[in-house]
């Protein structure tokens, strides 16, 4: 079983920035094959943010291109999501999504509980 634990959300300003940050807590023998970031704003489908696999490969929206970074830490699995020039659209609750492999070849997903992100001035 895996718990993450989002932190990072809040209020800010059109212009402004904001740093997302979800740590995963588990087994120290698990994979965290990729870690994501979606969003879902009111009365729209959850989208795909950004994600970054355990090779550092990373893709982006393109919504969020050059404006976003998504990086990881693999020590203290935990990811990051730098974000940066935010715009209102931005407004959304974030979550948090890995991809977890087990050393008993099993592959399983986990959501995390969500933050707030509201850009408004």
């Known amino acids: 079983q895996v718990q993450l634990v989002e932190s990072g959300g809040g209020l800010v300003q059109p212009g402004g920035s904001l740093r997302l940050s979800c740590a995963a807590s588990?087994?120290?023998?698990?994979?965290?094959?990729?870690m994501s970031w979606y969003r879902q704003a009111p009365g729209e489908q959850r989208e795909l943010v950004a994600r970054?696999?355990?090779?550092?490969?990373?893709n982006y929206v393109d919504s969020v291109k050059g404006r976003f970074t998504i990086s990881r830490d693999n020590a203290k699995n935990t990811v990051y999501l730098q974000m940066n020039s935010l715009k209102p659209e931005d407004t959304a609750v974030y979550y948090c999504?890995?991809?977890?492999?087990?050393?008993?070849?099993?592959?399983?997903?986990?959501w995390g509980q969500g933050t707030q992100v509201t850009v408004s001035s």
């Open positions: 588990g087994s120290r023998l698990n994979i965290y094959v990729t």
């Open positions: 999504h890995v991809t977890v492999a087990t050393m008993e070849a099993s592959v399983h997903d986990y």
């Open positions: 970054i696999t355990n090779g550092g490969i990373t």
